[in-house]
């Protein structure tokens, strides 16, 4: 069965997120229902007209993300942006883009889907505003050290290094840095050193000239230029070339750069903000990672733990998690049974705080009742469960506070909540407790 150009637009139609294409003069030839929705624009109104023109983003004219894609050769994801709708009000976007080919091969113009992020943005403030601090949750000792680290360098202009696995939160801690920052009100540039070829990085950080290769058709200032005065956030710097590395060695000491294809020296006053979550010491050793470069990024270090070292902080982010989700999804979960928060608990949490919140979402999804039973989480966190070979009578005959924790659980048919509420503790510390004595399964 060939699918016909007109069944492929209706398909296009009918989905939610915005959908646009272009030639490859970046030209609009295709503009889906959801684009119109979320534009306001009808599509008869954009169609054979530049992009740019219609939606006014300064992406549009620094990181066209087709053009960036074309360069590349890879496909963008998840890029944050802003556009300005017909009305003329201006709505935060996260948007994808990609390559269009002919049937030769070659490059014929570009697509790009798009969603609308207001509600979420909504969402995000209402959340933030019962956070610790600037957004990001976190009750363990460890956590209180970071956010206490922050606001002691919040008159600095030093370079920091964030270090961290993935999923723990790298980006959240980078932007608390420059909220409580001197530089808050100056621009905030990021730049993720992964996406982009090596060629193409240099381009993007420094910026270049008219000629300076095929594709630079006029001059374009690089990130550092746009975040003079501000602050430039660098995440996965230690995946960045090592001859880039040099030329942002040069940055950090003496403030200066050239674009990619001009011999004009530039001067910029830019805060950096570095992060990474490989191996520092084995790509030091390696050579993948420049020692001096190394040293001069980490005056203020910051290393974020893995959430397996901080499970303290696992029920406020679960609460946290949930209250996200109910108005997301508007639904009305409130709790999670604590069999449920046991087994999160108890959890290694390799993907980190990232793994945790797609773990609340799945169950939030299949939840029908107003609290997320153990039966909701997803098999392979059930499948962690674990069953002490003891009995825990057994475990408590010689201790009388631990012999009373146990009948004070029974009494309260292990309603560990409950329980936590008449000792005037928190979960988290009742929780230690059980462990301690191998009463944590019931």
């Known amino acids: ?70 360069k590349s050769q890879k496909s963008i994801f998840d890029f944050e942006s802003a556009i300005l709708q017909k009305e003329g009000s201006i709505i935060p976007i996260k948007l994808n883009a990609a390559v269009l080919y002919n049937n030769t091969g070659d490059p014929n113009g570009g697509i790009i889907s798009f969603r609308d992020l207001s509600e979420y943005e909504s969402i995000k403030r209402k959340l933030e505003k019962s956070t610790q601090f600037h957004g990001i949750i976190g009750h363990s000792k460890q956590m209180h050290e970071i956010f206490q680290l922050i606001k002691d360098i919040k008159d600095s202009g030093a370079p920091v290094l964030i270090h961290g696995e993935s999923g723990t939160g790298k980006e959240m801690i980078a932007n608390a840095i420059q909220a409580t920052s001197s ?13 982009f070829s090596d060629n193409l990085l240099a381009s993007e950080l420094f910026g270049h000239v008219k000629g300076a290769f095929t594709d630079a058709t006029k001059d374009r200032p690089g990130r550092f230029e746009i975040a003079d005065k501000g602050t430039i956030f660098l995440d996965e710097v230690a995946e960045m070339p090592l001859q880039m590395q040099l030329q942002l060695l040069r940055v950090l000491q003496e403030g200066t750069f050239e674009r990619v294809g001009e011999s004009v020296t530039r001067k910029v006053n830019v805060r950096v903000i570095a992060a990474t979550n490989i191996d520092i010491k084995k790509a030091l050793e390696e050579g993948k990672f420049r020692d001096d470069l190394f040293y001069r990024l980490n005056v203020i270090p910051i290393e974020i733990p893995p959430l397996r070292e901080r499970k303290d902080d696992i029920p406020p982010l679960v609460q946290h998690f949930i209250n996200k989700f109910s108005i997301l999804y508007q639904k009305e979960i409130t709790d999670i049974e604590d069999r449920a928060l046991d087994l999160l608990m108890e959890n290694n949490w390799k993907g980190n705080v990232r793994e945790l919140e797609n773990v609340i979402e799945y169950a939030f999804v299949r939840s029908s009742s107003n609290i997320i039973e153990i039966s909701k989480l997803p098999s392979t966190i059930r499948g962690n469960a674990k069953q002490s ?54």
């Open 1 to 70: 069965m060939t699918i016909t150009d007109n069944f492929k637009d209706h398909i296009l139609d009918s989905i939610a997120e915005g959908v646009f294409t272009v030639d490859r003069n970046f030209k609009i030839i295709f503009f889906n229902k959801a684009a119109e929705k979320i534009t306001g624009y009808d599509r008869n109104e954009v169609l054979g007209k530049f992009c740019k023109h219609v939606f006014n983003s300064k992406l549009c004219y620094v990181d066209c993300p087709i053009a960036l894609a074309i």
């Open 389 to 442: 070979g003891s009995t825990y009578h057994e475990i408590v005959h010689d201790d009388p506070e631990k012999a009373k924790l146990l009948k004070l659980l029974e009494e309260n048919h292990w309603n560990k909540t409950k329980v936590a509420e008449i000792l005037g503790i928190g979960r988290t510390t009742l929780w230690r407790k059980l462990k301690s004595i191998n009463l944590l399964y019931k």
């Open 183 to 195: 530089r808050g009100d100056n621009p905030f540039i990021k730049v993720n050193c992964s996406v």
